[in-house]
């Protein structure tokens, strides 16, 4: 139990344009999901909070309108990179935890995706 | 906000001998401390975590042990074996939706 499923697992763009990458719980709802950014042999990092038919929450140094975030519904995120430059290169992941279990519980990951920007 | 600091950053062991990674946070009103392995590429896997109301946890050859007052975490893996060698993250889990605020990693390695 407890799958997330993230889509693409790998994506080339040129600069300027736009990628939206999926983020799904598959077996249970997430009120809640979150993206974080990782750079090769780095941490994760925490980029924002993403909240089910509400504002996600950025965190403090990351641009709310370079990287879009859309809650629809409670097993859907999406996160769009937007006018894509090389600096944005890196592997985001999302991850969420099933809504009826509280803050002190996992956090289920998805793959990832690759994005690389030419 | 949470801070979480790790150490170390790279350990090399032979294998069955055991490797010990810390970590420290600097909220003390996080509650809940896991352990993630990620090897290259892939995602990162939950291996063992702890809650506050709790000092020690163990799970097989692996195990966690946590000082509040301290505020430090660190976890323990016993006879160490090449399938252990990972680059392996603690975390602090920051406020009530649960941010997971992640330190910056320990490779492990275990050489046969």
């Known amino acids: 139990g407890a799958v997330v499923s993230q889509h693409p697992s790998r994506v080339i763009c040129k600069s300027g344009t736009s990628v939206k990458i999926e983020c799904r719980s598959l077996?249970?709802?997430?009120?809640?999901m979150f993206w974080y950014r990782q750079f090769p042999k780095q941490s994760l990092m925490l980029m924002a909070t993403?909240?089910?038919?509400?504002?996600?929450?950025?965190e403090q140094g990351v641009e709310k309108d370079k990287f879009l975030i859309n809650h629809a519904s409670l097993t859907l995120s999406t996160l769009t990179v937007t006018s894509a430059h090389p600096e944005d290169s890196s592997f985001y992941i999302c991850?969420?935890?099933?809504?009826?279990?509280?803050?002190?519980?996992?956090?289920?990951f998805g793959n990832g995706t690759r994005l690389t920007v030419t | 906000g949470e801070n979480v600091e790790q150490h170390p950053s790279t350990l090399s062991v032979q294998e069955g001998d055991s490797a010990v990674i810390k970590c420290t946070y600097s909220?003390?009103?996080?509650?809940?401390f896991p352990w993630y392995k990620q090897e290259l590429g892939k995602r990162p896997q939950l291996i063992i975590d702890?809650?506050?109301?709790?000092g020690e946890k163990k799970d097989q050859r692996i195990a966690v042990t946590l000082n509040k007052t301290a505020k430090h975490f660190s976890l323990h893996i016993t006879e160490t074996q090449p399938e252990d060698s990972a680059v392996y993250f603690c975390?602090?889990?920051?406020?009530?939706?649960?941010?997971?605020?992640f330190g910056k990693g320990t490779k492990l390695s275990v050489k046969p």
């Open positions: 975390a602090a889990s920051r406020g009530s939706q649960g941010n997971l605020i």
């Open positions: 991850s969420a935890r099933p809504s009826a279990q509280g803050g002190n519980s996992p956090l289920h």
């Open positions: 077996d249970f709802q997430a009120t809640t």
């Open positions: 909220d003390s009103a996080s509650n809940y």
């Open positions: 702890i809650r506050s109301n709790v």
């Open positions: 993403s909240n089910e038919g509400s504002k996600a929450t950025y």
